[in-house]
């Protein structure tokens, strides 16, 4: 029998019918005024089969034939969406230059965000691409998060990984609200199971057993499929073996009855949009509130370890009530399967590190971890593991709060400086990638050299472009920012406002040094901006306990903080899918691929030194996270560079630093 999902997928069904009818009806003018072969329904249905080239042009077709201008728009929309899906980039950018994202309602907004991104990876690798477009998280919206894993599942096919394809579109399966979408991802993924079948690569082939259940059983379906049976007998008791192996499993919805003409389909196991498809299993589970800390404390990074090692012990001491005192691993010398089987051994319940990227990626490339692991820095080619989490002082995360900040100020078209090299690249990147999302443009960019003090080449170039840009963009250390201000201030720019990440200030207040970038707004972590309450006091008592340690190092002695914030929420099960954590160096939101990204708050130079303007908040996070939720000032914010620094830093919601419970 053919058995379809229920519970909420019902209830959204339901919810979703009704909101395409209604479009229907204010794009046709009524019921049945619109013929069935016209191009809209032609798209509509080119586009539920995964012909989005035919669905893009039919949906250009359709905007060049309606009549009234919602109409037109709202193809076009369509259409730009279809071609950035078919990786046609040229013509999805034509068909979306002219929408404009505040006119569209928070799906459509959502859905526009997506085709932006698709059309940025367009040209790239397509490792590249999957790097640049992260999986959904749970409040995405469903037409959104399908959409994702489509494309996430085009790319590992075209990068000849078919198994990971499988399980993408596996993923692509839970977010799906229509019926029909639903038999023809179902057909898709088995049509693709059989030619990786075809490739030698079975349910136990050693690829397939780092995928997720659901996709070995698909390849074990696929698998039968191919076999030659002396009887139908036979090929229905390996049909029977096969459910027994994978109960519940999507096949039974359609494919069963379909493909192999079998009658005994049974109910397929009920997955709730959101939930993963594991890669390798469940998470492994906490077993005792043992927590240690892996850091290489000699060699290069000695000085950065022992800072977060001070933030991480002097956050037990204010904050572990009830939980035995961490244990600190030299990791500098210990291979990752050396750290794992010792953290074993010492019933170790949650491990923290280790610090720097290559130990990182030994860590996340074990096939498994019989603790939950908190590495101490990123890596964007990391295995996602179940219980693997990557916290850091990323970059990419300033870019963006920087941009987040920018387009709440009302500002919609930018320039930007960034050091020549990898890092500037990244920055640049991160910026570019969340200011369009937000509806802004780069208008150009220009290179500098980081070990030069004449900038004037760069800044010229870039300011070709002045008259048409409402900021100007600046990665840069201190020293460089100071010059870079100095040298715009020269070339008649002193007016372009100069909006930058936490990298141009040192941390330590220096009114003499610093008086070059008065009115500079940058981002920083509540630990450096806050002015009160209970961020006011501990920094005091670090100051009393550790000294120059806790000042030279601040953001570093943060990161170790947070470190032992995570981990303790972890120890407690609440980490994985509770609400953003205020931390000291952000707002902490935990991604679906276990990346955990700070929001930061936003400070100006007055006179020398910086003041805050406003605190990150856990609903920057709710925003940020979300493809959803539009993130315009239609949403009623006030522009942060004009209103008054009403929170800064002084006890904050959902504290927690303000007792040792």
């Known amino acids: ?64 034939q309606a009549s009234q201008p919602d109409q037109q728009r709202q193809y076009r929309l369509e259409a730009g969406l279809a071609a950035a899906q078919a990786g046609d980039a040229q013509t999805a950018q034509q068909m979306l230059s002219s ?30 691409a999957l790097a640049r477009l992260p999986r959904p998280a749970r409040n995405t919206a469903p037409e959104v998060a399908q959409r994702v894993w489509e494309k996430r599942a085009e790319l590992h096919f075209a990068n000849n990984e078919p198994v990971q394809g499988i399980q993408a579109l596996a993923q692509r399966d839970v977010w799906l609200m229509d019926d029909r979408a639903l038999r023809n991802n179902d057909d898709r993924i088995y049509d693709k199971a059989l030619d990786t079948i075809a490739l030698g690569l079975g349910p136990d082939s050693r690829v397939a ?51 192999f003409n079998y009658a005994g389909a049974t109910e397929v196991t009920e997955q709730e949009p959101g939930d993963m498809l594991s890669s390798t299993g469940p998470a492994p589970q ?34 572990g009530r009830g939980l035995p005192k961490p244990i600190i691993y030299q990791s500098g010398t210990m291979p990752a399967q050396q750290l794992a089987s010792q953290a074993q051994m010492d019933n170790v319940g949650v491990l923290v590190g280790p610090l720097d990227k290559s130990k990182v990626a030994e860590m ?15 890596i964007e080619d990391a295995k996602q593991r179940p219980g693997f989490y990557q916290f850091g002082l990323s970059p990419e995360d300033e870019a963006e709060s920087t941009a987040a900040h920018a387009e709440r100020t009302g500002y919609s078209h930018a320039l930007a400086l960034v050091p020549r090299g990898d890092w500037g690249n990244r920055v640049l990147d991160a910026f570019r990638r969340s200011f369009k999302a937000r509806g802004g443009q780069l208008v150009d960019y220009q290179s500098y050299n980081a070990d030069s003090h004449d900038h004037s080449q760069a800044i010229q170039a870039v300011l070709k472009n002045q008259g048409s840009a409402d900021f100007i963009f600046v990665a840069a250390q201190p020293t460089q920012a100071r010059l870079i201000r100095s040298q715009l201030k020269y070339y008649r720019a002193a007016d372009l406002p100069m909006l930058t990440t936490s990298h141009a200030f040192s941390g330590t207040v220096d009114a003499a040094q ?99 303007v406003s605190m990150p908040s856990v609903d920057d ?26 929170n800064q830093g002084g006890d904050r919601n959902n504290d927690p630093w303000s007792s040792s419970d």
Not at 224 to 230: E, K, L, N
């Open 209 to 259: 057993q780092n995928a997720g259940q659901t996709t070995r059983g698909w390849l074990a379906l696929a698998q039968i499929g191919q076999s030659q049976f002396s009887s139908r007998q036979d090929r229905d008791q390996a049909l029977a073996d096969w459910q027994s192996q994978y109960p519940g499993h999507p096949a039974n919805r359609t494919v069963l009855t379909e493909r």
């Open 514 to 612: 610093d008086i070059d970038l008065n009115g500079v707004h940058f981002v920083d972590m509540p630990w450096l901006l806050g002015q009160g309450g209970t961020i006011a006091r501990l920094r005091s008592e670090a100051k009393a306990a550790y000294g120059r340690e806790a000042q030279s190092y601040a953001r570093l002695f943060a990161m170790g903080m947070d470190a032992w914030l995570l981990a303790r929420r972890l120890d407690q099960g609440d980490l994985p899918d509770q609400d953003p954590i205020e931390g000291m160096t952000g707002v902490l939101s935990v991604q679906p691929d276990g990346h955990i990204k700070r929001y930061l708050g936003w400070a100006v130079f007055r006179n020398g030194r910086p003041q805050t």
């Open 621 to 646: 996070a709710r925003i940020g996270d979300s493809y959803s939720e539009p993130t315009t000032s239609s949403r009623g914010l006030q522009s942060p560079l004009q209103q008054a620094p009403n």
């Open 364 to 378: 996340s490339r074990l096939q498994s971890l019989p603790m939950p692991e908190i590495a101490l820095n990123s």
């Open 99 to 128: 929408i404009q994202p505040a006119t569209l309602n928070k799906t459509d907004q959502a859905r526009y965000n997506l085709a932006q991104r698709e059309i940025e990876i367009a040209d790239l690798s397509p490792d590249q």
């Open 1 to 64: 029998m053919t058995v379809f999902k229920s519970g909420l997928r019902a209830v959204m069904i339901v919810a979703a019918a009704a909101t395409m009818a209604g479009c229907a009806s204010q794009m046709s003018g009524g019921p049945n005024q619109r013929p069935a072969g016209n191009p809209a329904d032609i798209a509509a249905r080119a586009a539920m089969t995964g012909d989005y080239q035919k669905a893009a042009q039919q949906y250009i077709q359709a905007a060049g």
């Open 286 to 319: 906490v077993t005792s509130d043992q927590i240690a800390l892996a850091l290489p404390m000699n060699g290069r990074f000695q000085n950065a370890a022992q800072a977060i090692r001070d933030g991480f012990m002097f956050a037990y001491q204010n904050n």
